[in-house]
Structures are given as structure tokens and as C-alpha cells.
């Protein structure tokens, strides 16, 4: 369909009517899309405006449910800091909730003459600054100066011992553990383990005993599990290590940072020595790093505390100054009686839980992502663990104060498919919906295309057909008359010319006749009727005789000659004489127009599986490929030049396979340009008993 469109449409591009068609139908068709196109553009501009706008009412929802934790936060923080006696079990119920979660939060009240932190047993060591600290001082002991220098001036442990029982002997309750703990201590160093190991177990008991600013039963575990270590025990060294690290950790003693580190690292020790299962030990340690982060953030908090500028005597605590937390806020407020300062100071893990989450969570569920930064980069939350903007999506930044602390919110839509979905949906609509207009309309100029130029065509054909029907008859025409009337002024004197005069027109007379026989036959055929045929068995080899013969006749003279291969013992056929005597004609005629000064065309016959195939071959110019498919269509011509000089009607091939096909055969051909072209008639053989 398409290539003949396409030659079609090259022939008769510069009609009027195609080029009217074309303007008509086709430009508006572009104009169709164009329009389709812009409106898809217009549509993906008013979704993206659609889109952006819920991006904003999102950040803002956001942001304002932030803001709203946080006025309770501070409303928390005010009650706390305007009390003037602050009882644990009667916070405010926001910082009530932040500081339900062990090791992750801790509320500080700072004034000018003390420090108080909420819950205190959250933090490993004494944080607070040095003059805030209660002095623990040595009680005097009498006496005690000169066992002391026998023991540490003269390693005279004997004598250190009898000094420091005797001083034990009548001791009262505040100076007997330290006595008993410079006797254990003397115990050791003379090598009496036994002695040593009990008398540190007694003062273990001891629980509110100090020395030199250390808890004398913290001392005395330590000192028992380091013999421990010594001696090898290790099964006992592991229960002694295990419960010490644990009571580090529960913050059983008050003790400043170095100490807790030395001790905790030596409980540490201790466990991996004796070979303490790490899973035994592992919540404590879990326990452990969180409050020792705690407890580091509370103490750079409290060490950044400092009074503000203003000259009110309030106290800030400086949240840049806290690395190991994530946020230290303050809130200062002055009661009645004195300046006081309150800070709240939370890991990721509170503020995920009670103000992200709650913030966040009905956004999340609408399809967006978001997180929180702090001032110095670093993340505080996400909403999902690949909180990554999509490439395109739109991001909004809102920036909310938490406690005097500016943290960046940032949103943008996890998936913008779903945000896109309807858009998608009208976009596949309207594609689908201009694809079938557009469709339809090509389809529509496609056949009108093909429609016009076959009638052009049609019309040219005919007009050809007339002009070359005109030639065909005018020449044989014009001869006959001259030759009839040289014959009847006597003009042609000789007897043998007379003959050869008769014989140009009979065959002139014979070629009229199948012009006008084809003339017929097609407009026959044109008009939708079907011709009748004689069928009778026919002696097909005696007919292919007689056919050549009659040929040889008409083409004498022509400088061709014909060469046949007819056998003997051909089939019988059934069918109509005439009609495959004229379709036979037709082809050796053909091969003579198309064979011009070449010596011989050929026809053969013989038996195949069809029944008879009667072959007629040229050596002339041939068929060119883009005529091949057109060679039996009505009024066809060839495009070449041969088929421009060689005249003819374009009646007879189509006529050749018409009769072929009433007769139950067909017709084929094979042609190369330039060396000549073979047409095969495939006729089946007459069954015995037909045509009787």
C-alpha cells in the first residue's frame, strides 16, 4: 500500500486538489498538536504550582506543631524555674515525659550558690563547678600522724600496724573506717592478703565513710578485686568486677570525673581478665555510654553557664558549647527571691520521640520526608531512614527556635509520582484521546491520499489508454487504406505483390481485431461483468502448432522469429480456444514489442504438476523492479524509457491473467532489466470424461 502511495504521491504532488487536501487536513492536524503539547505544558505547570503550594502548607504544618511542643516546653521550664522548691515527682508533664527515658535527658537549676540536677542518679560523676561542691575534710585523729610516718616515711609496717590498731581500739564511729582503712592498707603491704581481704570486706559496710574525698567503700571494692587479679582467682574476681562496674554506673558514689574514669576503666579491665561473658555485662555498658554522654553534656553545659549581660545576675547555659548531646536549652527566669536558671538538656532520641514524631508523623503519612538540622550541620532526625529529596522535588526550608536554639526544618515530597498521579492520569487521557484525532485524521488522509491519486492516476491511465488506443488503430488504419487503394487503381501490377498486399492486411486486419477484442473484453470487465467461455477439450500440443503458426504469419517480415519446443504427448486441456489463443498472442506479442533487434523470442511447453505450463521468453529489455508489481493491473505502462517508446494499450497482460484465471490457472513471470523476461502459464490438465 505505502510504496504505491508514496509514487502516487510523488506524481501528483503538485495537484491542486493534493495540495488543497493537504492544507485542509494536515494543517490543522499539526495545529491540533501543537495545541495538545501546549496544553500538556500548561497542565504540568499548574500541577507543579499545585504541588509546591502543598509542599509549603506541609512545612508550614510542621513548623507550627513544633513551635507548639516547644511553648509547652517553655511553659514547663518557666514553672520550674519560678519554684522555689522543685519536687521530681510533681514536674511539669512535658519535662516529666522528656526525662522518663533513663540516660537521655537531665533538667539542671543553676543559681548563685547551688546546682541541681534532675534525676541526680542519671549522672556518673559530680559535675558540678568546684565551689559549688561540699568540702568532705578528714576528721583529726590524735596520734595518727606518727603511724602515718612509720608506714609512708619508714616502711616500718609493724610498728604502722600496732600505732594503727591501737588507734582503732578507741575510736568512734567517724574516725573508725578511716583507722581501719590505713590498717588494711598496712595489711597489704606486708603480704597478710587474708588480713587484708577481711578487713577491706568490713570496710565495705561502710557506706558514708570518706577519705580524702573518696568513699571509702568504693575504696575497698577496688582494693578487693585488685587482690583478686593478683592472686588469680578469677572466678571470684568476675562477680567482684561485675557488681563494682555495675555500681559505677548506678552512680552509687560521688565522685568527680577523673576518679569515675580511672575506676570504670579498671572495672573494664578487671572483666575482660576474668572472662565476664559480654553479654552479662553489655546493658550495663549500653547504660553506661548513655549516661556518660548525658552527664559529659550536662557538665559543658554547666561549665559554659555563665551571667548574663544585662546585669540581672540570670544564668545562660550555651547549647554551642555541648558536643557530646544533642541539644542543651536554657530558659532563665528570676523568682522572688533570687536570679535562677533552668536548662533542659535531651538526646536525639527525646526529641524524636516527643516532638519529630508527633510533629511529623501525620506528614509522613501524606507522602513527605523530613528533617531537622541544628546550627552547626548536623542532623537531629529524619523521617525515614533514605531521607533523600528526589531528583526535581520540590524542598522547603522553615526555621523554628527551640529554647532559644534556631533549628532548620526541611521538607520536600518522598514521592512525587503520587503527587504527580492525577497529572499523569489526564496527560495518558489526553495523549490517548489527541493520538486517536490524530490517528484518525491520517487515516482519513491516507485514504483520501490513496483514493484521489488512484482516481488521478485512473484518469491519466485512461487518458493515455485514448491517446495510445488512438495510435494503435490510426496506423493499421492508414495502411490498410493506402494499400486498398493502390489495389484498386490497379497500381500493383505484379501478381505476387498483389498477394503480399493482401497479406499486410489481413494481418493489419488481425491486429484491429484483437485491439478491438481487448477494448471490449476490458470494458466488459470494467463494468462488473463476467465473460462467458466456450469450454471443449482441446489437443493442447496441435493447438500450441497452430498458434505459433498463425504468429509466425503475422510477424513475418519483422526480422524475429519465433522458436518453439512443443512435445507431441501433451495433456489435453479444457477450455475455451479462442480465449487462450488470444491471452497466448498477447505474450508473444509482448515479447516481440519489448525485444526490439533481437533475433528470436521462444515458446515452450511441457508437462508439470499443475498439468501443462507453456512458457513464452524474451532476451529483451526486461521488467524493472519497481514495475514488477503493476504488470497486470488495467492501463498500466512502464516507467522506463522502453516503455515509453513501445506502444501499446496496457489491456493485455491484464487480460492474459484474467482468461488464466477462469481456465483455473495462473500466470507468473521472471525478468532481470537488460537480459529479457519468461512468463509462465500454469493450465491444469483436463480430467478424463470432462467435455464429453
Known sequence: MFPDLRLAVRRHVGHPIVLVFAVTVFLPALLLLAFGFNSFRQDRAA????V????????DDVAATCERIVADWEQGLGQAAAADFLDPRRLPAPIARALSEPGFAALVLLDATSVHIIPEKELLYDVRPAHLRPLVREPLVSGLALAETAELRDKDYRRA???????LATAGPQVGPLLAHRLARVYRKQGRVADAMAAYRRLADQHSAFGDDVPLELVARYEICDMHALDGTGSELATEALAFYRDLVDARWPLDRPLYLNYAAAAKRWMEMSGVPRAAYEPVRVLETRRLA??????????????????????????????AYSAAWAFAARTASRPRAVGLIVADVVLSRDVWTPATSQIAARGFDVTAMSTDGSRLFASSRSAIPPPGAPRVTRVVSMLDSPIQLQLWPRNLDLFYRDHYGRQRLYASALALVLGLLLFAGVVTVRVMTNELEAARQKSAFASTLSHEFRTPLTGIRQLAHLLKQGRVPSHERQQEYYRLILR??????????????????????ERRYHFAPIETSAWLARVAADFREEIEGNGVSLVTVIPADLPLLLGDDEALSAALHNLLHNAVKYSPGRPAIWLDAATSKEGITVQVRDEGVGIAPEDSPHVFERYYRGRGETGRQAKGSGLGLTLVKHIVAAH?????????????????LHLPAASIGEGG
Open 664 to 680: 483455473d490457472g495462473t500466470v507468473e513471470f521472471a525478468s532481470r532489466p537488460g537480459q529479457g523476461t519468461t512468463f509462465f
Open 508 to 529: 493489419e486486419t488481425a491486429h484491429l481485431s484483437r485491439l478491438a477484442d481487448n477494448v471490449l473484453d476490458s470494458a466488459w470487465l470494467e463494468g462488473g461483468h
Open 294 to 323: 548525658l552527664t559529659e553534656a550536662v557538665r559543658e553545659a554547666l561549665a559554659a553557664a555563665k551571667p548574663s549581660n544585662d546585669g540581672t545576675g540570670d544564668f545562660r547555659m550555651s547549647r554551642d558549647s555541648v558536643a
Open 161 to 167: 600496724g600496732e600505732l594503727y590498731r591501737r588507734l
Open 47 to 50: 500541577v507543579d504550582r499545585e
Open 52 to 59: 509546591r503550594d502543598r509542599v509549603d502548607r506541609a512545612a
